[in-house]
């Protein structure tokens, strides 16, 4: 089964949720889109939200959680629907309808065995990078569309206390693509640091995890963000500014939709990664996604 698709159980106080950037091939818009579900016990929905990178808005609308349901590899809420290969979204007078094409998925988990641990908050990258086409109809009127998409999964009770989230695959170096996450994991007894990073360049793959013991360090500069990691003789530096978020809503405690999570999707990355002293990736992006809650 693909991570797409894997079964959730659906008990009281947890949430599901797809996420999907979609970014056309002029940069014009730049966008994401969430499908979702919480089974709260005081607040049980399925919502949807619309997050405009341009203008720096964010839309959450409400279905009743009747309106979600998973079939045919289909996430559906409401009249929105997504699997590996399309999404249909309506928001306000606009739909957007995309067939995706050439997908790069991760060819294992990104959690790998972590997946199976007591956690309260998991995260799979489903596709790093697909080529999107369709067409956008704002107010009847429809347009041709083509760009680049990026899904992932996240489920479980909570968000993490502290965390990060970076990704894009627009850096000025072609075939480049990062997803790189992490933060306080929690499980039933204690918090530890977990995170992983996907870095790709064409056909070639560089994994970083804490299973896979690379070391990890961030250091908040006030104007920069800087992240350093080491893997035997591989060596990735990550520096981020241009955070400029905008609130989008994530789960608190069991669920619970009503905490305020701050995301860039313009946030730049200068990415470099060596083995030794050669330098295998040297890239720049100015399209980050990007969230920084509550590091030290």
């Known amino acids: 089964m693909s991570l797409f698709a894997q079964k959730i159980k659906r008990k009281a106080n947890r949430f599901e949720g797809w996420y999907v950037r979609f970014v056309d091939a002029k940069h014009a818009t730049n966008e994401a889109f969430i499908l979702a579900y919480t089974t709260h016990q005081d607040d049980?929905?399925?919502?949807?939200?619309?997050?405009?990178?341009?203008?720096?808005?964010?839309?959450?609308?409400?279905?009743?959680?009747?309106?979600?349901?998973?079939?045919?590899?289909?996430?559906?809420?409401?009249?929105?629907?997504?699997?590996e290969h399309s999404l249909y979204f309506e928001q306000e007078g606009m739909t957007l309808d995309v067939v995706f094409s050439q997908p790069r998925k991760p060819n294992k988990s990104a959690m790998s065995f972590l997946r199976f641990l007591p956690l309260e908050c998991f995260q799979e990258v489903i596709i790093m990078e697909a080529q999107a086409t369709?067409?956008?109809?704002?107010?009847?009127?429809?347009?041709a569309v083509e760009g680049t998409i990026y899904i992932e999964k996240t489920f479980g009770r909570r968000f993490p206390k502290q965390w990060f989230w970076l990704q894009t695959h627009h850096f000025d170096q072609p075939g480049v693509r990062l997803s790189f996450a992490g933060g306080s994991v929690p499980t039933l007894k204690f918090r530890p640091f977990g995170f992983f990073c996907l870095v790709e360049k064409d056909e070639e793959v560089y994994r970083f995890a804490t299973y896979k013991r690379s070391h990890f360090n961030a250091v908040d500069l006030g104007d920069k963000i800087v992240f350093t990691v080491r893997q035997g003789t591989l060596n990735l530096r990550l520096e981020v500014t241009d955070h400029d978020p905008t609130a989008l809503v994530g789960p608190s405690d069991f669920g619970l939709m009503n905490l305020e999570v701050f995301e860039s999707l313009s946030a730049h990355v200068t990415l470099t990664l060596t083995d030794a002293n050669t330098t295998l990736i040297q890239a720049h992006s100015t399209l980050a996604g990007f969230e920084w809650m509550g590091q030290q």
């Open 44 to 83: 049980a929905h399925a919502f949807t939200q619309y997050f405009d990178g341009v203008a720096k808005t964010n839309h959450y609308t409400r279905h009743p959680l009747t309106a979600y349901r998973f079939e045919n590899a289909t996430a559906h809420v409401g009249p929105n629907r997504l699997t």
């Open 134 to 143: 369709g067409t956008r109809t704002i107010h009847g009127q429809k347009v």
